[in-house]
């Protein structure tokens, strides 16, 4: 037994580890725009506040190509069949070019009465429909990493993404210093270099994938009923991603309520938020992957025993994540503003999101194992129902009127405390019966 347990434990590692790395790198595209925008000042901050809230909906929404794919090519590389394995993931990869020019095109159409959905004055909004309306052409690139990081992580392979988001992060950082302040562009270089950087991931990844499909023998055109089972598959999956994007939407729409420097203040909160679970979520990371791969070799017990042991180590990490936030809440805000009363106005919230980094550590691996049984539908109601909780708990939060650090720092407890308990509640649920168990290819 103790032999079988150190073996999952470094198949855990091997996962989580790179994912960790590739996922922190994702969110950093955040953080390097947030933290050279506020020093613009808190306008440009707040919008692009709006701006992210905006992308992060529609990336988020698509988020499906990954948490779809992973699974389905897991389930077969499982079952020994790495060759529909890799053409499974190709697909998903068509789908998401599709989708993302669809979504591009529909973008920069609308980014005006998106950006007037949230009801910023006149200088906040100019700046997030500038951000916005560069960045959206970066929409399929974003969605085509997605797909081929999902074949990837379904092939047990979280390594090459690792040095694909490392170096995608780093060319990120040098040309948004080149474009904002070398060129002075401002806010729009910020977004023409993400978007360059985006690009430039998309190639690395086709190279990786045709390279893999040559090995295993499979085609890289996209086979028509291939590309419709992703959609069909990732149905559920979207509609899951729906719950959770309403979810912080309605954050943001209750904190630009609030104010300008509240919604300033809340982007730097939330920035750390994202950073902070997606390095929790490289575990649910390596439960998907694990998780399918059981599933698809008919192994019920292995299953078993990876939900137990990533949920164990969940907690701690989300020790360990809500420490670090803690130690640094205090200096937090001056790294994004440079601001000394934009620190004093969101170090509470950190100290709340700090606490709540445990369970949220455990939802995280919770859903992640869900996903990699392909458990869609269930998320997908369950999404729902968790909303019935939270958008209560934001009436309150907004009804209250509080202002200021208090008033960060109620949505905060709101969000990680009303929200992510609901989510646990119907997690645990859901694991702690067969049903969601469905082994075969």
Known sequence: ?????????R??????VPAFGALVAEPLFLLVDSALIGHLGVAPLAGLGIAGAVLQTIVGLMVFLAYSTTPAVARRFGAGDPTRAVSVGID?????????????????????LLVGAFGADAEVAGHAETYLGISVWGLPAMLIVFAATGLLRGMQDTVTPLWIAGIGFGANALLNVVFIYGLGWGIAGSAFGTVVAQWGMVAA?????????????ASVRPQREGVRGSARSGGWMFLRTVSLRAALLATVAVA??????????????FTIFSASAFALDALAIAAQALVGKGLGAGDEQEVQRVLRRTTAWGVWFGVVVGALVAAL????GLVFTGDPQIAALVQPALLVLAVAQPLSAVVFVLDGVLIGAGDARYLALAGALNLVVFIPALVVVAALGVTGAAGIAWLAAAFSGAYMLARLATLGWRVRGRTWMTVGS
């Open 1 to 9: 037994m103790s032999t079988r347990r150190a073996s999952l434990n």
């Open 11 to 16: 198949d855990i590692l091997r996962l989580a």
């Open 92 to 112: 998903g990869m068509w789908l998401a070019l599709a989708l993302g020019a669809l979504l591009a095109l529909a973008g920069s159409l609308a980014t005006p």
């Open 205 to 217: 990844y086709v190279a990786v994938v045709g390279r893999l499909a040559r090995t295993h023998a």
């Open 256 to 269: 630009s309520g609030q104010g300008a420097a509240e919604l300033a203040g809340w982007q730097v909160v």
């Open 329 to 332: 809440s205090g200096v937090i």
